[in-house]
């Protein structure tokens, strides 16, 4: 039973535009959610977080808004770079430091 | 500033044989995990620990043995080796609320 779901295993954006990351999750109990990136061949990195009781957090070109009556989140970057390509992980936290993961969504930008 | 250090990076093992696979973390975290990354499976916890001494399941533990002696290193065992567990196996490391550090990941192949 995936309790955090990443729908799309792929998206491809060109360079500039907004990219949209989708996040689903079940457990409303989840109280913390970040989200992670990843190049080959490395382990994931933080990139974002936000707390159950924001419905947005920015820094710089990423964006994470909650949307939490629909159990939703999604990471916008604006603009989209190339540097940007890589595979992202959205996680949960239902008590501390146990993360659940999504699938991760392929993320390439088009020059 | 190493972070966290995994190794070996890569192992072929045939079915049965036994292996630790090592993590270490100079950063002093109390708290280190386990992952395995699966196609179209995200990260999954196999077994994380809260300090030394201290060590409890995640959600895939069959198969795999962890001990915490010093909360510096977290070694991973596998005592009989099977296909199944063919996968790439990240640790992660964090204190208190703050994101886990994630190594640069261990790619196991089980013939």
């Known amino acids: 039973d995936q309790q955090v779901k990443q729908n799309s295993p792929s998206l491809s954006v060109q360079e500039g535009r907004i990219s949209i990351l989708n996040c689903d999750y079940t457990?409303?109990?989840?109280?913390?959610f970040l989200w992670y990136k990843k190049y080959p061949a490395e382990g994931p990195t933080f990139l974002i977080s936000i707390s159950s009781i924001k419905d947005k957090n920015e820094d710089g070109r990423f964006t994470v808004f909650l949307n939490k009556s629909a159990k939703h989140l999604s990471l916008h970057i604006v603009p989209s770079q190339p540097g940007d390509s890589a595979v992202y992980f959205c996680a949960a936290i239902p008590r501390a430091q146990k993360l659940v993961f999504g699938q991760g969504t392929r993320l390439t930008i088009n020059p | 500033n190493a972070g966290v250090t995994q190794t070996p990076k890569f192992q072929v093992l045939k079915t049965g044989q036994s292996m630790t696979l090592q993590c270490a973390q100079d950063?002093?975290?109390?708290?280190m995990s386990w992952y395995r990354q699966d196609p179209g499976m995200g990260l999954r916890l196999i077994h994380y620990?809260?300090?030394?001494?201290?060590?409890d399941q995640g959600e895939v533990p069959n198969g795999y043995n962890v001990s915490r002696s010093t909360t510096e290193d977290f070694p991973l065992r596998l005592l009989s080796a099977a296909p199944s567990q063919t996968s790439v196996y990240f640790c992660?490391?964090?204190?208190?609320?703050?994101?886990?550090?994630f190594g640069d990941g261990t790619r196991l192949s089980i013939l």
């Open positions: 950063m002093n975290h109390e708290y």
């Open positions: 620990s809260v300090g030394a001494g201290i060590t």
């Open positions: 457990n409303s109990m989840f109280d913390y």
């Open positions: 992660a490391s964090s204190t208190g609320n703050q994101p886990q550090h």
